[in-house]
């Protein structure tokens, strides 16, 4: 087991969800407009957790696959997802190693930043597919301790997604907030 995942463990062994079972508030918020987007209900939950996301997805009908580097997080999220019945397939996975191998109509990732996934993530998508991004921006109230390569400066998520063939339909920034996130709907060419 390598340090992230023993780091993650620790933070995950609470009876407690880390970041509650409600999902993002900014999932929440455009679940309407995300489902009338996708052309399919597949989806992939990068960095899950405990699985809030993800259990919102499949509350909305949508198939997921969630991917965490902690074994304790993965289990929690399984069990939730059992009790309530929901179609979600949670995977251990230490995302600086893993190559896709399935196409997705739906992809988020939240509070997660590997820059060197984002390219494999637009590929992963179907035709007319979307990705949704929110993560930490770097910024004086941002919370500590993060390391630097792990928060977005900005403008910089706009600058990821420009290149590919797609639309940026939204794209937002907000570096006073309490927490200073970077927010992004992509929709992948059909």
């Known amino acids: 087991m390598n340090d992230d995942s023993e780091r993650w463990d620790e933070r995950y062994r609470s009876e407690e969800f880390l970041l509650g079972e409600k999902p993002s508030r ?22 899950c957790g405990e699985g809030r996301n993800s259990i919102f997805l499949a509350r909305h009908g949508y198939s997921v696959t969630g991917l965490d580097i ?6 929690k999220a399984r069990r939730w997802a059992g009790r309530e019945g929901l179609a979600c ?4 996975a230490d995302l600086e190693t893993y190559a896709f191998d399935e196409r997705f109509d739906l992809i988020i990732n ?5 820059r060197d996934l984002i390219p ?9 597919g979307v990705v949704i991004f ?3 921006l ?31 339909l939204f794209c937002g920034e907000y570096p006073d ?10 929709r992948h060419s059909k």
């Open 26 to 47: 900014f999932l929440a918020e455009r679940i309407e407009e995300v489902k009338c987007l996708c052309p399919g209900r597949k989806a992939l939950d990068i960095a």
């Open 70 to 75: 902690s074994p304790v997080a993965v289990e």
């Open 89 to 92: 397939d949670f995977r251990l």
């Open 110 to 114: 939240f509070n997660f930043l590997l």
């Open 120 to 128: 494999q993530e637009v590929a992963a998508l179907t035709p007319g």
């Open 134 to 136: 929110d993560t930490i």
């Open 138 to 168: 770097e910024s004086p109230t941002a919370p500590v301790p993060h390391r630097k390569e792990f928060l977005l400066q900005p403008g910089e998520l706009a600058r990821f997604f420009a290149p590919y063939p797609g639309t940026i």
């Open 177 to 186: 907030s309490a927490t200073p996130t970077a927010k992004l709907i992509y």
